[in-house]
């Protein structure tokens, strides 16, 4: 996976995780119906966008747009509703000539493993595959992406003759065209030619934004690899590329407001929501995060506590001292049994109502059974996106996202009410008393 557009769930109404996943989903099966089991490793976030667009674009009630896909390890072996058809193949395709230039470029910055010459030539053999791929799914939808490749080779002379004072948005200006492009042709599949202009101006200017902030996101471990970047080779300062950043999510909420959606939310969540945090997240890092709450971070604090250990009610009981009284809302020591509660989370004890001893840890498993728990997490996508107790010790741990800020609640105050209430529908935001969406949305 790849991308800036990295929704959390929390920003997401049901309806829209639900549309986003059925595109995420669409254009991973698209890859594999047409292009094989590999190319599904081309499966990135900001492509999907593609087929996003076509559909928010289609009449209401086309429902050709949409199939039941089978069971999937990654969907916890459940079937699901997924995008198909123009919108999907198109986004397929211009996935994998993004994913060949991709490759490309690891190849020739010696990137890790693409530093070792068999890795490279069978990584530049991949490439070429993708590429004829590609043009031939491009074809049957009438998108040439011969644009996307020959922007990319415009590319290679462009950082060739770039130095320190060069504008850095003439770097990126073979991106800006290649999405917008793609952007534009989404229209022609939809059967809403008036859009391509706005579309158009909205890709160009998505294709700045992901190009700049790749650059910022890679420039510390570029300038410790001496991999070529385009803000350190031109001189650009993270400030400047900041102000770039934002002044290209302005305009993309600008360009959308000029194109006409049968069903503008979850276009207007990704372009207008959450490229303004891709860009939170690159310059600024993720927002704190809530601890999570478990034993081995102490018990959380008691808000009944009086402070200078003054008594909590009344007057201390024999044999107690100021400060020392018993905390009715204590649970007892780990293991101790007893009715105070649970030590670990998930409800009375481990075995639900009548499991034994509240807050005894069950043993740990065998290294067989342990290995066979963790696969069955992982294949449900558990240990990447929940919270979860560890496969042998019984443990609680934090999700890799929610460690690595990746695709996660970043402890949104300002938004995720309004996601809920009015983004679900953004047309409606003026008529929405629920909450202050004006201010927060920016449709209004």
Not at 163 to 182: D, I, N, R, W
Not at 245 to 268: K, S
Not at 317 to 336: L, M, T
Not at 415 to 435: F, L, N, V, Y
Request: charged share 20%; aromatic share 6%; glycine share 12%.
């Amino acid at each position: 996976m790849f991308g800036i557009i990295r929704p959390c769930s929390h920003h997401l109404s049901e309806r829209l995780r639900a549309s986003w996943m059925a595109h995420l989903c669409g254009l991973c099966l698209a890859l594999r119906d047409d292009h094989g089991q590999l190319a599904r490793t081309a499966t990135n976030y900001d492509g999907l966008i593609i087929s996003v667009l076509v559909e928010a674009q289609r009449p209401a009630g086309d429902r050709a747009g949409r199939r039941t896909a089978g069971p999937c390890p990654l969907r916890g072996m459940r079937t699901a509703e997924v995008a198909r058809g123009e919108g999907a193949r198109l986004a397929a395709s211009v996935s994998l000539a993004l994913a060949s230039v991709k490759v490309r470029d690891h190849v020739a910055d010696g990137d890790g493993v693409f530093a070792r010459r068999p890795v490279a030539v069978g990584a530049r053999a991949v490439a070429r595959r993708w590429d004829r791929q590609s043009t031939g799914s491009g074809s049957a939808v009438g998108f040439d992406t011969g644009v996307l490749l020959t922007a990319a080779a415009r590319q290679v002379e462009l950082e060739r003759d770039a130095a320190p004072g060069s504008p850095v948005l003439l770097v990126t200006e073979p991106t800006e065209s290649a999405t917008s492009a793609a952007f534009a042709h989404t229209a022609a599949l939809a059967g809403r030619p008036r859009n391509a202009a706005a579309l158009a101006e909205a890709g160009r200017l998505f294709g700045r934004l992901a190009h700049l902030l790749d650059a910022a996101e890679d420039q510390d471990e570029d300038a410790a690899t001496g991999a070529w970047n385009p803000l350190t080779a031109t001189g650009t300062d993270r400030a400047e590329a900041e102000r770039l950043c934002r002044d290209a999510v302005h305009g993309i909420r600008l360009a959308l407001r000029e194109a006409e959606f049968t069903d503008r939310a979850l276009t207007h969540v990704l372009l207008a929501h959450e490229t303004e945090r891709a860009v939170d997240r690159v310059f600024h890092g993720p927002k704190l995060q809530t601890p999570y709450p478990g034993p081995y971070q102490g018990q959380p604090q008691n808000p009944y506590q009086q402070p200078y250990g003054q008594p909590q009610y009344g007057q201390p009981q024999s044999g107690q001292q100021y400060g020392q009284q018993q905390n009715p809302y204590q649970q007892p020591p780990f293991g101790a049994g007893g009715t105070g509660g649970p030590q670990w989370p998930g409800g009375p004890g481990f075995g639900g109502p009548g499991g034994g001893d509240y807050g005894k840890r069950p043993p740990k498993r065998s290294i067989l059974a342990g290995c066979a728990m963790w696969a069955l997490m992982a294949c449900t996508c558990r240990l990447l996106c929940c919270d979860h107790n560890d496969p042998w010790t019984h443990e609680p741990r934090r999700s890799w996202c929610s460690r690595h800020g990746e695709n996660c609640c970043d402890g949104c105050t300002d938004c995720c009410d309004c996601t809920q209430c009015c983004c679900d529908g953004c047309d409606a935001c003026d008529g929405c008393d629920a909450c202050d969406c004006c201010s927060c949305c920016d449709c209004g």
